[in-house]
């Protein structure tokens, strides 16, 4: 079946750095990917998506690029702010009804 | 707007009381989800209504009932639950549920404490 591997976290970062927390997919076919991003005590909002090979999925500084020949989605930002501590998901939908596989997870904490 | 909105924001209840979640969305979507997550885990996909109809129904115990009454509303009846229920529980909508590159908009969950 589909999967999602997501770098394990925590992730402890100083403000300012560059940020990449690692996303494979195994699926068949094309799925589309996305990444969502938890706050504290909140629900997941859609961070970025792409919907087909090479397309990159841009928001808030954030990048992504689908990698079908890697079959990954890393996220990327190149200078991370308290604010953006959260735990970030990568996901794909594949199939019908909108299956959504999710990845566990990683953690980021971003230290002034 | 891409607001989902969920009541109540927490929820404490005995094993045999029974309580309703309430979730709501605007946007015109015509799938709507509901989703468990444990404490550091990610959603887990319970229920899928496409058009007003379930369309999934992940062997989610029956002691959980969902209904759709409604293209904007979604309930999840809760009865005789179990401690191991305690969870946030997570509303989702989307444009259409056969369309694999819609995005899903979520809410900001309920709480749920089973004493």
């Known amino acids: 079946g589909d999967s999602v591997t997501q770098m394990e976290g925590p992730v402890t970062l100083s403000e300012e750095a560059c940020l990449t927390i690692?996303?494979?997919?195994?699926?068949?076919?094309?799925?589309?990917l996305f990444w969502y991003v938890q706050y504290p005590g909140e629900g997941l909002q859609l961070l970025l998506k792409?919907?087909?090979?090479?397309d990159k999925g841009s928001n808030k500084g954030f990048e992504a690029t689908y990698r079908k020949e890697t079959t990954s989605f890393h996220l990327e930002k190149g200078s991370v702010q308290v604010s953006d501590s959260a735990v970030y998901f990568c996901?794909?939908?594949?199939?019908?009804?909108?299956?959504?596989?999710f990845g566990t997870g990683t953690k980021l904490q971003v230290i002034p | 707007d891409t607001e989902v909105t969920q009541t109540p924001k927490h929820l404490v209840m005995g094993m045999t009381n029974k309580k309703s979640l309430k979730c709501e969305q605007h946007?015109?979507?015509?799938?709507m989800y509901w989703y468990k997550q444990k404490a550091k885990k990610p959603p887990e996909l319970m229920f899928v209504?496409?058009?007003?109809?379930?369309?999934i129904n992940e062997s989610v115990p029956s002691r959980f009932s969902p209904e759709c009454p409604n293209s904007s509303l979604l309930n999840l009846h809760l009865h005789a639950l179990q401690p191991e229920d305690s969870a946030l529980y997570l509303c989702?909508?989307?444009?259409?549920?056969?369309?694999?590159?819609?995005?899903?908009?979520f809410g900001p969950g309920t709480r749920l404490l089973v004493l």
């Open positions: 996901a794909l939908i594949r199939g019908g009804y909108q299956k959504v596989t």
């Open positions: 946007m015109g979507h015509r799938a």
């Open positions: 209504y496409s058009y007003e109809k379930l369309s």
């Open positions: 690692n996303c494979t997919y195994t699926a068949t076919g094309y799925p589309s």
């Open positions: 792409a919907t087909k090979a090479d």
């Open positions: 989702a909508s989307s444009q259409d549920a056969t369309v694999w590159s819609e995005t899903q908009y």
